[in-house]
T-cell receptor, first 112, second 116 residues
Framework: QKEVEQNSGPLSVPEGAIASLNCTYS??????FFWYRQYSGKSPELIMF????GDKEDGRFTAQLNKASQYVSLLIRDSQPSDSATYLC????????????FGRGTSLIVHP | GAVVSQHPSWVICKSGTSVKIECRSL??????MFWYRQFPKQSLMLMAT?????????EQGVEKDKFLINHASLTLSTLTVTSAHPEDSSFYIC????????????FGDGTRLSIL
């Protein structure tokens, strides 16, 4: 059973701080990794994707991937109250099926 | 680009009714679409993988006769909840990838189904 683990939170950070969200996965052969943001009552929306080890930056968001340790993280700089949402980590299975496996999500609360 | 449209967004109907939900990829072709269900404050649960021109692949525990999936074209997949009952009330979401392979999923806006 391929698993993607996330701390459910809530993670509470003050406005302007860096929020760090972490995700571990069990399938060592996984090739692609995604972060989605889901507001309450809405469907997920793609924030970042990363395929290679290291950091990938897009605006206030940075995704970090370490395949050897099987973890992927998302950093949100200068956190805003509008960033308050559930963040889902997704990993595509290896072996050619490309079926995404989602973590349960981490709830982030950014308080003013 | 990569827009997925889902319709309807909200359905309220009586127990025993069958409900059809449509998922369309508007600006790309999707050989594979995914259907998820999400209960309040719970995680996404993959129900099935919808394959254009072939039968859907259902996850363990999902009744294929209850949740009928048809992927009639490269831009349209439908999910029909047959003889729906209150326990089927949930948030149903579809997704598709515009590049296949390792590309990210793009989600429809979801359908909130309430069975009275």
């Amino acid at each position: 059973q391929k698993e993607v683990e996330q701390n459910s939170g809530p993670l509470s950070v003050p406005e302007g701080a860096i929020a760090s969200l972490n995700c571990t996965y069990s399938d060592r052969g996984s090739q692609s990794f995604f972060w989605y943001r889901q507001y309450s009552g809405k469907s997920p929306e793609l924030i970042m994707f990363i395929y290679s080890n290291g950091d990938k930056e897009d605006g206030r968001f940075t995704a970090q991937l370490n395949k050897a340790s099987q973890y992927v993280s998302l950093l949100i700089r200068d956190s805003q109250p509008s960033d308050s949402a559930t963040y889902l980590c997704a990993v595509n299975e290896s072996g050619g099926s490309y079926i995404p496996t989602f973590g349960r999500g981490t709830s982030l609360i950014v308080h003013p | 680009g990569a827009v997925v449209s889902q319709h309807p967004s909200w359905v309220i109907c009586k127990s025993g009714t069958s409900v059809k939900i449509e998922c369309r990829s508007l600006d790309f072709q999707a050989t594979t679409m995914f259907w998820y269900r999400q209960f309040p404050k719970q995680s996404l649960m993959l129900m099935a993988t919808s394959n254009e021109g072939s039968k859907a692949t259902y996850e363990q525990g999902v009744e294929k006769d209850k949740f009928l999936i048809n992927h009639a074209s490269l831009t349209l997949s439908t999910l029909t909840v047959t003889s729906a009952h209150p326990e089927d009330s949930s948030f149903y979401i579809c997704s598709a990838s515009d590049g296949g392979g390792n590309q990210p999923q793009h989600f429809g806006d979801g359908t909130r189904l309430s069975i009275l």
